[in-house]
């Protein structure tokens, strides 16, 4: 402990250390105070050097990985046998490990030798799984989403965290370590089935990750330096509450909390906005489709468009209320990652204003050729027609359920209310209309627009496996 918190002292920036430095609060432990010189740890020497004076000599004194510092002492098999042995059993039942070893030194920092050095203790850290951890892996596993563990860690701690946190089941048994990873040679199946990356260097997590992308797309999270390589090669970088500022600065996500459990608010509330942006899509094409296709169509047929400025500016006036408030529907979150399907989308769309098109021009005939009604009364007719029937279409397209199953947010439900009872007002009082209409007409366009709002229904219901993204 005296070697050990000689080197934390001199590098509190770490986690190791800081451990090390919070186990001796309170209790009367001295260190070395004459610090000669000092080399940090990173990730391709996984130690930390240090070289004091103890008042009789000089000291080098080196903290790191297991098998780092095994290298560097002088060979002793029994004494190897037992350290190997107490290292594992140590990583099997969670604990990651440093250890120390010493030797005397009468060169400077720069060319002291760390070799034939004697091996002076492990220290044994704790660094318990949190109790969130197992069910944000399960949440994830349910949502599509496949875990792999990558640490630079001993392989039996990557193990004992695998099985701990359900990473490593009955599905996924392998686990490959540090000289069995060649990355790219890794195929879909191996990565699948891998549940752990142990004892991998800051340039192998990259190389995995790269690997990984030709299949898959990448998430990757961590807090040190070392996570860096993995965060900017990664689709997406996670940096963990405590991470370094640098990997904050390169990560896409940084979570505001401790633990990983905030990821799961994350994949939900993204999934909810990309099928909020989904609904959206859906009925702006279907109803820009329809607004434009019916009015030129009826425009070339007529000489003269069916709707007057003053009601093409109400009818945008009051879709705006509807469109703004799809930024609060509420959805259901996929159980899978989705991909946007341009075509399909853009088919379906156009779809529904076809229907759209198609129960305009019907009426427009009926209205004039059977009903004899005026072309002012056709406008006003058209006004309402199109205002009712377009917001009914959003029931539709908001959910890809039967409309009545998934009802839109409360606030989506009240402003179709208020936009829809105001159309209905100015078209039975003629406010700004050619003509006012009767009351009984009314509902026949009620009812005419809640009768096609079904045909759109069953169409969607018909041709959701063809055109409706999953």
Known sequence: MLYAVTIALADDDSSINEGILNYIKGKNFNSIKNVKGFIPANSERKRATILVNDDKNDIVISLGAPQVIKSLCENNEKLSEEYDNDVTKLAESGYRTVAVSIIKSENPIAKVEEANMKLVGILALSDEIRNDAKETVKFLKQNGINISIVTGDHEAIAREVAIKTGILNNERTLIRKDGEIEPNSLDKKTLLNTAAFSETSPGDKAEIIKQAQKYFTVASNGDGINDLPALMTADVGIAVQNAVPALKSTADIVLSSNGISIIKD?????????????????????????????????????????????????????????????????????????????????????????????????????????????????????????????????????????????????????????????????????????????????????????????????????????????
């Open 266 to 470: 994350a994949i939900i509330e993204s999934r909810k906005i990309f099928q909020r942006l989904y609904g959206y899509s859906m009925y702006r094409i279907s109803e820009s489709f329809r607004l434009i296709v019916t009015i030129t169509i009826l425009g070339i047929l007529k000489g003269v468009f069916p709707l007057t400025p003053i009601q093409l500016i109400l009818i945008a006036i009051l879709n705006d209320l509807p469109i703004i408030s799809l930024a609060f529907d509420k959805t259901e979150s996929a159980k899978r990652p989705t991909e946007i399907d341009a075509k399909k989308r853009f088919i379906m769309s156009c779809g529904f204003g076809l229907i759209g098109v198609l129960n305009s021009m019907l009426l427009y005939a009926i209205c004039l050729y059977y009903l004899g009604f005026t072309w002012e009364m056709v406008q006003t007719t058209f006004f309402l027609k199109l205002t009712v029937s377009g917001h009914l279409l959003i029931f539709v397209t908001h959910t890809k359920r039967r409309w009545y199953k998934f009802l839109p947010s409360k606030i989506i439900i009240y402003s179709i209310f208020i936009t829809q009872g105001l159309a209905t007002i100015l078209a039975l009082t003629g406010i700004f209309m050619p003509v006012k209409l009767p009351l009984i007409w009314v509902v026949i366009i009620w009812l005419w627009s809640i009768f096609w709002m079904q045909i759109n229904e069953i169409v969607k219901i018909i041709f959701k496996d063809e055109y409706i993204e999953k």
